[in-house]
């Protein structure tokens, strides 16, 4: 039989371990007339003449293969068929391998949420839905798969078509400023704790995420790698990085250990400056963590220090990372720093490197009250 003719697309719709069941979902023209070349009813009706959404129990074998597999097939429409089988890799593999010689494309599962959408946010909303790591970060994302921004984005353009630039810039401006929120939805805020040797903490970190992540000693240079530990705050994705204490070392590989910190401090949303409440010397500090304007400064062990003079200039969060005093307040700083103000329910926001590029394109634009621009970026931010 000569191939058949594309545009016919297979995609398995279902996560890429061992599971229950595997779903592949053909659609086409030629979806029906690929199922009826390797599959065969237990009663003999080929799928071509099942009725729409009857559901075929049979095998499932290719030509010259001495096995197939027992699966079922539906035909949901005239061109579109899902076929159920073993949930391993394997199973699924097989059968995409199969359909592909006989000249089905095969596409990705985000690929098919594409071709089904024509509003390409709602689109991507959807592939990024499965990466949201809280349900906190879901809700937003779901939001935007509901339409969210899509319809600011509608809004905006009908703006523009007003003339009324200044509002449009505005909408705009704002969506902009929710860019990195947005973007965290499906990537934890990165958090490196850092500071002197010994000042506890890994001890902290510990008892932020609940488990022993990293060792602690009572001896100066105990953590040498950055250690990452992922969890989430008030509902929030996180990962903390703790670091090697940072001092002037011969070690070589404590040195190597202390470039790794001050290099993971570029990468932070938040850096946690740390600092021994028995041994507050915080204009002593490296250079590297001094020139740090917005990191939080926690000051530890305030269990062992009957007085903690902080000095006036600092804001400093007291902690104890044995007795827990004080990590409740921190937590709370922790978010209020990375996230002051959380979007309400339902609000438009941004979540895609191609959204917030198209959106920077935009403002530029309106900007310059380029009209015609303008538009058709809102077109090409909407559309597939
Ligand atoms: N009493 C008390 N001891 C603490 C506290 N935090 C840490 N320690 C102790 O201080 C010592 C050092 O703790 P670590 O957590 O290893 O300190 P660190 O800053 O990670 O040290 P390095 O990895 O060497 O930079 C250990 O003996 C801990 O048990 C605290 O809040 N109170
Ligand atoms: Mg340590």
Redesign the pocket.
Known sequence: MPAIATPTAAAVLTPPARGAIATISVQGPAAVALADRFFTSLGKTRVNDADIGRILVGHWQAEGESFGEELVVARLADDLVEIHCHGGVQASQRILKHLASAGCQVQSWQARTLSEQSDAIVAEAKIELPRAVTSQAALHLLDQANGALSREIDTIGELLKQSNFEVAEQKIAHLLSLAPFGKHLTQPWLIV?A????????????KIVGYDR???????????DVLHATTALDGWPVQFS?????RVSDDAIEQAGIAKAKAALKTADLVIV?HD?ADLKPDELDQSLQELPSALHVV?????ADDVRVPASREMIA?????S?GVPQLITSIVFHLIPHVPQAHEPLPFTDRQIEGLRQLHQQVQHRQLDDALKSTETLLNT
């Open positions: 704790i500071g002197p040797p010994n000042v506890g903490k890994s001890s902290l970190l510990n990293a060792i602690v000693l009572d001896m100066p240079g105990t953590t040498r703790d670091t090697a204490g940072i740390m409440a530890n062990k305030i269990d062992l902690t104890s990372a044995v007795t005093q």
